[in-house]
């Protein structure tokens, strides 16, 4: 991560707009609160018991079929991009979301009203710097299938984006969105809608979808041969008189406010997908045929990059001569492991959020005797086991009484060993979580690091679970 020396922003006062969720067509109030710095985007169901909080995280994301939707806590909340790409767009970085219903107000189809209502709230300045992941190097997404191509390239000041769509529509043709700041959104991406084909329209409300939708949100383009019963049965769908079809391809209900305005909202549903990074980026974006589920998957892989870079710059040197938190017999009081199973001799750090352990790797151990004589080597599957043990006592901190529970493994990712690791080295061992743990399940990425350097790596999933729990 590097930082740019720019502020972080949040709200000055809080906001409330309201609406109609599109595919719901349920009313839904939203107040956009002020929030702390590193906050981030949240979303507060206060309409549900607990008023649970949805994070807008990519690893949050459980569905991309017509919209992009978050769920996390046992709720979730439908169609954000339009959200968070103006919030994206005038560069606000911690906002708490409140709304009494499972969507977003859909507005007139566009970013632009909820960017006018930041606006009328204030936007001012935090204390601490926006920690912007700059693009180190080109990341490529591709989807053959549907010909999607995603590239996200180095640009070291601003974030920049360029979107293509190509429909195989006589109506759209191929149509090009770019701009070269996000400074520009405002003027040139916010007030572009949403749009959809006449035969989506009428598939859609066969399903009962659209509840919410009204022709004064959406472009429709018309790419077929439409007889005026079908066109005087969506009239009366949508309550109009008469509907009729205009010279640009298009349901005559409105006039586009660009004339490549399909592109452009493209580019800021991508801006809004994108923004599930968690980051602000700078960079430059290329992509062309995208949409929700391609941009979410592109979203996970810059984020895995974000991981992958954040593990590197995590790596300091650790003095394993200090007092320790917890020593061998302290740590044998919570952990159930005994020699010569117990593979972590020091705790050295505990937060919330990390640990660090310390190994001692000595002759003297009998796994020598075979691993390999002449050559001992200390098995990279019992450092996988040390970065375990070590990230339980992490786990294991949460509960009163460690020594009822055990720590279960559930999935190995990703493990890497990169140097040997010999009889005299000292490991050091750090876990840090992913995600928070929920339900006494952690995920961590864990490192173990020799003389500064990393020898092995991998990303674990574990489980507490009490001592008679396990023993069915």
């Known amino acids: 991560m590097q930082e740019m020396n720019v502020k972080q922003r949040t709200l000055q006062s809080e906001v409330q707009v309201s609406g109609a969720g599109l595919h719901t067509g349920q009313p839904v109030n939203m107040t956009f609160k002020p929030a702390p710095e590193n906050h981030g985007y949240k979303f507060k169901r206060v309409d549900i018991e607990g008023h649970p909080v949805i994070e807008a995280d990519v690893d949050n994301v459980s569905d991309t079929s017509r919209g992009t939707t978050l769920s996390q806590n046992g709720a979730s909340v439908s169609t954000v991009e339009h959200v968070l790409a103006a919030l994206v767009g005038i560069q606000i970085d911690n906002v708490l979301i409140e709304l009494d219903g499972p969507e977003t107000a859909i507005m007139d189809g566009s970013s632009l009203l909820f960017v006018e209502a930041f606006e009328k709230a204030g936007i001012i300045e935090q204390d601490a710097d926006r920690d912007y992941y700059v693009i180190p190097h080109n990341i490529h997404y591709t989807e053959p299938d549907r010909r999607v191509e995603m590239v996200a390239m180095p640009l070291d000041d601003d974030y920049r984006l360029t979107c293509m769509i190509d429909y195989n529509s006589p109506i759209l043709g191929s149509q090009h969105a770019a701009i070269t700041s996000i400074n520009d959104f405002k003027k040139e991406i916010s007030s572009s809608r949403t749009f959809c084909f006449l035969h989506e329209l009428e598939q859609l409300l066969e399903h009962n979808l659209i509840k919410g939708g009204d022709l004064n949100n959406a472009i429709v383009v018309v790419d077929k041969e439409v007889s005026k019963e079908e066109l005087r049965h969506l009239a009366t769908l949508f309550h109009r008189e008469d509907i009729d079809v205009a010279r640009e391809g298009i349901l005559n209900n409105i006039e586009l406010r660009h004339q490549n305005e399909p592109a452009r909202h493209k580019l800021l549903d991508m801006i809004g997908d994108l923004a599930l990074v968690g980051v602000p980026l700078r ?190």
């Open 283 to 472: 960079g430059h974006i290329m992509a062309a045929r995208p949409g929700h589920a391609a941009n979410v998957a592109f979203a996970r892989k810059i984020k895995a990059q974000i991981r992958k870079d954040r593990a590197k710059k995590a790596v300091k040197l650790y003095d394993p001569s200090v007092p320790p938190i917890y020593d061998t017999v302290q740590i044998m009081n919570i952990l159930p492991h005994r020699q010569p199973f117990l593979m972590v001799d020091r705790i050295i750090e505990l937060t919330k959020n990390h640990v660090v352990g310390v190994k001692n790797v000595t002759i003297n151990e009998d796994l020598f005797q075979g691993h390999f004589p002449g050559s001992p080597i200390y098995p990279g599957v019992l450092q996988i086991e040390g970065m375990a043990q070590t990230g339980g006592i992490l786990v294991l901190s949460t509960v009163p009484d460690p020594q009822n529970w055990l720590t279960l493994f559930l999935k190995i990712e990703n493990a890497r060993f990169k140097a040997q690791v010999t009889p005299g080295d000292t490991i050091i061992y750090r876990c840090d979580l992913i995600t928070p743990i929920r339900r006494g399940i952690a995920q961590m990425k864990a490192v173990g690091i020799v003389g500064g350097k990393i020898v092995a790596e991998a990303e674990l999933m574990a489980q507490i679970v009490k001592v008679k729990e396990s023993e069915g």
